[in-house]
Nanobody
Framework: QVQLVESGGGLVQAGGSLSLSCAASGRTFSTDAMGWFRQAPGKEREFVAAISWSGGSTNYADSVKGRFLISRDNAKNTVYLQMNSLKPEDTAVYYC?????????????????WGQGTQVTVSS
């Protein structure tokens, strides 16, 4: 059974940092792109960041560019999201996802596996 399990969410003040992790089990994703999405209350799920199978190519939403950093460790079957200079508008449930293909994509429909999400709350 394939599982993606996020961790590292929590409550932080504006300007602070959080580091999210997503550990995969049940199969290896070392040849697949991975991504992070988020969903705020009353809003649709939106793309945050994605990384290619090798880590050599990344995509970011404009709203997080320069503040967030996605990375991966294929030996650990884990993807990370380092979030700096957090803003109240970053408050959301953050989901990691695994695509069935090597290249990063912003489109949620191209991701086949999803985690259960972790709450990130940024207070002003």
């Amino acid at each position: 059974q394939v599982q993606l399990v996020e961790s590292g969410g929590g409550l932080v003040q504006a300007g602070g940092s959080l580091s999210l992790s997503c550990a995969a089990s049940g199969r290896t994703f070392s040849t697949d792109a991975m991504g992070w999405f988020r969903q705020a209350p009353g809003k649709e799920r939106e793309f945050v960041a994605a990384i290619s199978w090798s880590g050599g190519s990344t995509n970011y939403a404009d709203s997080v560019k320069g503040r967030f950093l996605i990375s991966r460790d294929n030996a650990k079957n884990t993807v990370y999201l380092q979030m700096n200079s957090l803003k109240p508008e970053d408050t959301a449930v953050y989901y990691c996802a695994a695509a069935l293909g090597p290249l990063p994509t912003i489109y949620a429909l191209r991701y086949s596996y999803w985690g259960q999400g972790t709450q990130v709350t940024v207070s002003s």
